[in-house]
Structure formats: C-alpha cells, structure tokens
C-alpha cells in the first residue's frame, strides 16, 4: 500500500438480501484513490456507484473485502468512529438533495460546522464563502421547499463543502441542473480541488460532469471495467 | 447543548403541530396546578374554619367520650378536674357539655345533639354570647343548616326534650336567639347551643362537662386523669383523609388528561420518526453519531413540555393569579359532603405543586419522546438518507 494513498478498495463484494437469495450489487471491486484526485464512478443505472459510495462514507458495510479510508478500515470501524470520520472529513452530496426541510440555506449549510463545535463568527465566514461558491447569496432565510431542485442542489453542495472536507463524496450532484450552473459549480469543485486539495469522488452517468473528471472509473454489474485517466477540459 | 439548539430549530421549524402539543400539553399543566390549588385552598381554608369553630388547638375529652357513638354521650361527662377549671378561668380552653336530645319544629321530631357551651367564652367561634340574654324560654344559638332543615329561623320557640342523669325524660321550650353561618358542617347539623349551666341543671349534672377546646393561641397537652389529650392533628385526621382522597380521585381525571397529551406527543414522535427519516439519515452522514440523533429526537419531544412550562409562565401566571383573587364559586350542595367547604374557595398554589407538577409532565414526556425516538438507533442509515419507509 502506497505511504499517500487515501482510499484503498481491496477485493470488496456487497451483497444485498432480496426475498430469500442475495443480489451481488458490487463484486469485487479493487482502487486506490490518492489524495487530490478528482474522479468519477460512472456506469449504467443499478451498476453500484451508490453503493460504493455508500461503503467509501461508511454509511454501509461490505460483505466480503474492505474499504480503507484515511487509514481506517471501514470495516472494522466501530459506529462512532465512522460518525467521527464522516463529521471531520467526509462531506455527502445525494442524489437526492437530503436538504433538512424545516431549516433555512443558511442552517442547512451551517449544519455541520454546529456539528464541529465551530464558533459563532468562524461559521458565519465559512457558510457565506460556500453560499458564494455556489452562488446562491440571494436566498439564504429561504427554506428548501421555496427553492428549484437546482437551487436545492446547490445548497447540498455548499453542505458538503463548507467544512472543507478530505473527501466529498458526490452522487449525481448534477441531475437537476442546468448546463450554465452545471459548468459554473463544476469549475468552482475543480477549483477547491486544485486550491485545498479536496478530494472528489463522483458517481455519475451525466456526460456534463464525465468532461471534467481526470479519471474516470467506469463500473458494471457491480464490477470496475474500465478505469482510465481523462484530459480534462480546458487545461 | 447543541440538541437543545437543533431541537429547538426543528421545533419551531416544525411549527403548527408544535404550538398544537405545547397548547394541549400547557392545558393540561394548568388544569392540574388550578385543581390541585383548588383542593389546598380548600384545605387551607377548612382548616383554618375548623380551627376556629370546632377544634380549635387540641382538646380533652372526658374519657368515656366517643364522637361516633351517640349511645356512650350519658356516661361521657363528669366533674370538671381544678386544672381544666382555672384553664377555663383563663380563657385557656373552653367546656362543653353534650346530651342527646330531641326538638319538635313544626310537630315533627328530629333527634340532635345539645351542646351546653359558656357564653362568655372566646374559645371557638360560635356567638355565645346571646345565650345569656333574659327570657322566659331557653335562650338557643344553631347553624344555618340546623335552621334550614328545622325551619327555625331567629325569634322562633320550639320545644326540646332530653333525658336526665336518671334517665328521666323532661322538656323546654327554647328561643332561638342567633343563626349564626359557619363552613363547618360537623358543628352545625343537628346541634343546638345552650348556656352550659343551664344544661347542666337540665341534665342534673352540676358542674360537668364533656370535652374541653384549648383555644387556637394556647398550648395546653399534659395529663389530666380521667380526661384524654386529643392533639390537633388527630381532630384533623378525618378532614385530611377527606382531602387526599379528593386528591386521588382528581388524579384519575388528570391522568387521563396526561395521557391523552403523551398520546399526542407519542403520536407526533413516531411520525415525526417515520416521516423524517430523510433527515435522519442526512444527520447520520453529516456525521452524527447515534445517540446523538436519538438523544436530538428525545429533547425535542420533551422540549414540548418545556415550552408548555413557559408558556404558562407567560399566559397561565396571570390567569392563575386572576383565578386566586376571584376563587371559585363552590355550587350549592357540595355543602353536604360533611367537610368544611366555603362558598367561595381561593386556590393556593404552592411552589412545590408547580415545580412538582412541571417536573412530572416533564420526565412523563421526556420518556414518550425517547422510546420512539430508541428506534432511530436501529435504522440503516443508507434506507434512511432514502427516506425508504421499512
Ligand atoms: N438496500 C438494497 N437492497 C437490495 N438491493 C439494493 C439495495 N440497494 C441497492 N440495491 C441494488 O444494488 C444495485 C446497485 O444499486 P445502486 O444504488 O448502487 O446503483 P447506482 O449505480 O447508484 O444506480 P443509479 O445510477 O440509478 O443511481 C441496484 O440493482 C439496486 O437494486
Ligand atoms: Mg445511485
């Protein structure tokens, strides 16, 4: 194992129970991801990149095999160091916008900061820099519901970003956007990536945010066919 | 300290339904504090009323004596001892002397109690003094319901008869002098008061009495032979057990009430559970641990009753106050439970009904807003960021 590596995916399987057999959602699947590295899982619908993302937030359990991160095997992580893990280096950003309905932008984004015990003043900075990163300064006292599913997720992305986490984790952070504020927050992830050096690791089919991944791990089935290094745009 | 903030987002965030379990709950809150006011006004005022008509601070009984025992009254009354005597000389403590007679209002007869009492005595409240006024029938002192249920009223003549030491049966007629109105029904229903020199010699029984009242400023207790110490408590006991079974029965009420309340809040509990799922999981990713997103969970469901508390502080206080300074209009009737009842109760509330109360609906919703909130602990987070109902 590589001394720089920050995610190790050794020899992992993920079954599910489904009536009285087991579906294989992820079947074997070996990586390594180093830090900095700004990549995508991509691959047909049901081929396992939630999953897999999922197992990497230690959100889920592997079956078989194990999933390192940042030297801690998945695995073997008692809940409460998972929780630790997710809350001081992992940002999410779902599928499914998972924005907390009865806060407003502003509470949602300074969400995990509370969590880290930030103070009052520091939270402030940090949630207003994200809020401009996604461009959404206009809307901070709005709450989810009054806003567009774009605009909602934004606000999921500058969730995820504004502790400036290790590793964000980003399920289909594009499905309902636009292509202008797709290109717009792709650049600006692009350069928290080159600026912090955050990792990020996409799920994705979306052929706007395919473009901008330096590497691109195509799955099937539950299995890594393809796994290359990409130019990416503009550079 | 960041449940109780995030708690109190969600709360107010969750807005309606929230302001719905607070109200219900803080009805439920007053409505007990008010009762159970009620029922130590009450208390307070029937002490105070039995006190000053009837026990006054302890008495002696001659040792023959028993209330609940009519038949024993002939042989319960003897020579007044040389203590209880310069006692009463000093206003210390008062005699009374008791017979079972019987009063012909209208013809009809009704049996009663005939209490022989000094007139000039300062004792116990009944207005004695008139018992000493010239006049060719016996001069007699009753209570209202004495008056009502024998239609006497003031100025009326009826005729009495009792029996003698001998057994012999004799008769009077009485005037009635006063009707005097007093809130204690056990001095008051069926008694009749006489000068006590005029009883004695009624029942030629010279210088006897039955019981002595030590008066509400004294303290009189040692031993006197033939005659019982009987302490104020023990002349409570009656009226006290009355009381707390008034409390118990007013319990089950609020009972119910509290439970229809934690019913609300169970209910909003494990909806909120069921339907928050979402979020539940998003807490989870954002990297909350378990307990802390039950524990989140707990104090919002007992933050309900927190609000509730303040939210009688702010409106019940006022309302509570008011309530104390109009009482409560006791409807007629209730006069024939057998305890001193007024006709306008002032509720009391006392700082360990409040904070008592307050603390019980507080733990009872604390433990309604934790066992729903336990089953967050054994969801997947990853069906839960789904929001997939399991
Ligand atoms: N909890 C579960 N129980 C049973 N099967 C599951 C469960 N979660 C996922 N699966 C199955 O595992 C497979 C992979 O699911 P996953 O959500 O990882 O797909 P995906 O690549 O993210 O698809 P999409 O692009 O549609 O989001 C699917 O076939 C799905 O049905
Ligand atoms: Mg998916």
């Known amino acids: 194992m590589e001394q720089n590596t920050l995610i190790t995916i050794d020899n992992l399987v993920k079954r599910f129970p489904v009536g009285k057999g087991e579906f294989t959602a992820l079947n074997g699947i070996n990586l390594t991801i180093n830090p900095g590295e700004f990549t995508g899982i991509v691959g047909p619908s049901g081929s396992g990149k939630t999953t897999l993302l999922n197992i990497i937030g230690s959100l889920d359990n592997a079956t078989e095999g194990d999933a390192v991160v940042m030297g801690e095997s998945t695995s073997n992580l008692s809940l409460k160091s998972a929780a630790k893990l997710r809350r001081k280096h992992l940002g999410f950003i779902f599928q499914t916008y998972n924005l907390l309905p009865v806060y407003t932008v502003y509470e949602n984004v300074e969400f995990p900061l509370l969590l880290l015990n930030m103070s009052g003043a520091e939270r402030k900075k940090a949630v207003m820099d994200a809020l401009n990163w996604v461009g959404i300064t206009d809307k901070v006292k709005s709450r989810p519901a009054q806003l567009s599913g774009g605009e909602c997720q934004r606000v999921a992305i500058a969730r995820a970003m504004v502790k400036k986490p290790v590793i964000v984790l980003a399920d289909e952070p594009t499905a309902n956007l636009d292509a202008a504020n797709s290109h717009n927050i792709l650049k600006m992830m692009l350069k928290l990536n080159e600026e912090l050096k955050t990792t990020f690791i996409f799920a994705t089919h979306d052929d706007k945010v395919i473009k901008y991944l330096k590497r691109k791990i195509s799955l099937e089935d539950g299995k890594v066919v393809k796994d290359e290094l990409t130019k990416v745009k503009g550079e | ?390």
């Open chain 2, 1 to 390: 300290m960041l449940a109780i903030k995030l708690a109190y987002r969600n709360l107010v965030g969750a807005g309606l339904r929230t302001w719905l379990n607070v109200i219900v709950l803080a009805f439920v809150l007053f409505m007990i504090i008010w009762h159970y006011g009620i029922l130590d006004g009450w208390n307070e005022q029937a002490n105070r009323d039995m006190q000053a008509w009837e026990v006054g601070n302890g008495q002696y009984w001659q040792e023959n004596y028993d209330p609940y025992d009519f038949f024993t009254l002939e042989d319960s009354h003897a020579e007044i001892p040389d203590v209880l005597q310069k006692a009463t000389v000093e206003g210390i403590v008062t005699p009374i002397l008791l017979t079972q007679a019987s009063v012909y209002p209208d013809g009809r007869i009704q049996s009663m109690l005939l209490k022989g009492i000094k007139p000039d005595q300062k004792v116990i409240a009944i207005p004695s003094a008139e018992l000493n006024i010239e006049s060719e029938e016996i001069p007699a002192v009753i209570g209202k319901r004495m008056a009502k249920n024998c239609k006497l009223k003031v100025g009326d003549i009826t005729t009495i008869r009792w029996r003698d030491i001998n057994g012999t049966f004799d008769a009077a007629e009485v005037k009635i002098v006063n009707v005097f109105d007093c809130n204690v029904p056990s001095i008051d229903g069926g008694q009749m008061y006489i000068h006590i020199n005029t009883l004695q010699k009624m029942m030629q029984a010279p210088n006897e009495a039955t019981m002595f009242i030590i008066g509400e400023d004294y303290d009189m207790s040692e031993d006197i032979s033939g005659w019982v110490y009987k302490e104020f408590d023990f002349l409570m006991t009656e009226m006290n057990e009355m009381m707390k079974m008034k409390k118990v029965g007013g319990s089950f009420m609020y009972f119910i009430l509290m439970l229809l309340a934690m019913l609300a809040i169970f209910d909003t509990q494990v909806l909120s559970i069921f339907r928050r799922q979402k979020e539940i999981g998003t807490y989870i990713a954002m990297g909350m641990t378990r307990t802390q997103v039950v524990s989140l969970f707990t104090v919002e469901g007992a933050m309900h009753a927190i609000l509730a508390v303040i939210f009688i502080g702010i409106v019940g206080t006022p309302l509570l106050i008011w309530l104390m300074s109009i009482g409560m209009t006791m409807p007629a009737g209730t006069d024939d439970m057998g305890i001193a009842i007024a006709d306008t109760i002032y509720p009391v509330y006392g700082a360990g009904l409040i904070i008592g109360t307050s603390l019980l609906v507080f733990v009872i919703t604390l433990i309604v807003s934790y066992l729903p909130a336990r089953k967050i602990s054994k969801m997947k987070p990853t069906d839960a960021i789904k929001g997939k109902i399991q």
